[in-house]
């Protein structure tokens, strides 16, 4: 069974940028979809990016140019990469990961059967 972690979060200001890690064991993350959730304080859950396994990718309008989405196949690991950070980033960030799921499908998240446990991301002067 596919288990992720999620790494790499933390406090920092706005205009920083922050790498958040999605580290999957259990199995190889190659032929997954893989899709970062925020839960935002008082917004419901959105897909931010995420990742087909032929890296097709997707970002929501709000990070487009400044988020970048990347899989490293030998570290079994999805990355985040989160340029000039704004206030309005501040959430908990969640991976999640689904097998030849149709990218059609990447943020909507009752497709999805693995979940990380979540990290927060607190961007804040």
């Known amino acids: 069974q596919l288990q992720l972690v999620e790494s790499g979060g933390g406090l920092v200001q706005p205009g920083e940028s922050l790498t958040l890690s999605c580290t999957a064991s259990?199995?190889?993350?190659?032929?997954?979809?893989v899709v970062w959730f925020r839960e935002g304080p008082g917004k419901d859950r959105e897909g931010v990016s995420c990742i087909s396994s032929r890296d097709g990718t997707y970002y929501t309008d709000s990070v487009k140019g400044r988020f970048i989405i990347y899989r490293d196949n030998s570290k079994n690991t999805v990355y985040l990469q989160m340029n000039s950070l704004h206030t309005e980033d501040t959430a908990t960030y969640l991976c999640?990961?689904?097998?030849?799921?149709?990218?059609?499908?990447?943020?909507?998240?009752?497709?999805?059967?693995?979940w990380g446990q979540g990290i927060q991301v607190t961007v804040s002067s």
């Open positions: 259990g199995s190889t993350l190659d032929d997954y979809t």
């Open positions: 999640a990961a689904q097998y030849k799921l149709q990218f059609s499908y990447c943020v909507s998240p009752g497709y999805y059967d693995s």
